[in-house]
């Protein structure tokens, strides 16, 4: 599996978006790009996955770049509840539940 | 709410003793995951269990083994714990052994002393 690298702490003023971002340069052509969020002392959460084009859900859009060799996780409007620890992770299709977690981006959320 | 549960959620054990610790996958689902999250750190695979096979293994030792039965429940057990053992250790359930959508439990904390 690729690896992946994020930045270890970001902040985000409530309200704005927050734009949290991961390189995967050697990821393979079908290797998805999946992002989880883990809130201190809870379980992680799936938050979005995605191949080559852009995925929006209910939580957060994923922007993958047209190479591949990185990608975006956006929250439009953040909250106090979105600070958690965010892990971007590269995964072959038939790994499935083998995910590789990183240290991930501490987010912080401030009013 | 995932619909995942794990009990116990915090257990302290002696160094050489064993643990069970149990896991209730969501409805439907086939596959279950553990993961241990020591402090600080990323989760760690340990296996996964599809339809009651082991179905792929991280670095993880033999004392950890596991176990999933025919309703999907799942157990994992540690022998001869050691002080490193002392983690988080999270239950994960998919609907498939393919996805990467996995759903966490709250996990069950063990301190070995």
């Known amino acids: 599996d690729a690896k992946t690298t994020q930045p270890t702490s970001m902040d985000c003023a409530e309200g704005r978006a927050a734009n949290l971002p991961c390189n995967h340069s050697t990821i393979s052509g079908n290797e998805y790009v999946y992002w989880y969020r883990q809130i201190h002392s809870q379980g992680p959460q799936y938050i979005i996955h995605?191949?080559?084009n852009n995925e929006t859900n209910e939580m957060a859009s994923l922007i993958i770049t047209e190479d591949r060799k990185s990608s975006t996780l956006i929250l439009p409007h953040a909250t106090l509840r979105d600070t958690a620890v965010y892990y971007c992770i590269a995964l072959l299709y038939n790994q499935g539940g083998k995910l590789i977690f990183g240290q991930g981006t501490e987010l912080s959320v401030k009013p | 709410e995932t619909g995942v549960t794990q009990s116990p959620t915090h257990l302290i054990k002696t160094r050489g003793q064993q643990v069970t610790l149990r896991c209730s996958s969501q409805?439907?689902?086939?596959?279950v995951s553990w993961y241990q999250q020591a402090l600080g750190q990323g989760p760690q695979f340990i296996f996964q269990y599809y339809r009651e096979e082991e179905n792929g293994r991280g670095n993880f030792p033999p004392r950890f083994s596991g176990l999933q039965f025919p309703n999907y429940s799942s157990e994992l057990n540690v022998n001869a714990l050691e002080l490193d053992d002392s983690a988080l250790y999270l239950c994960?359930?998919?609907?498939?052994?393919?996805?990467?959508?996995?759903?966490f439990g709250e996990g069950s904390r063990l301190t070995v002393l």
């Open positions: 995605g191949l080559k």
């Open positions: 994960a359930s998919s609907i498939n052994r393919n996805t990467g959508e996995l759903f």
């Open positions: 409805s439907g689902h086939n596959t």
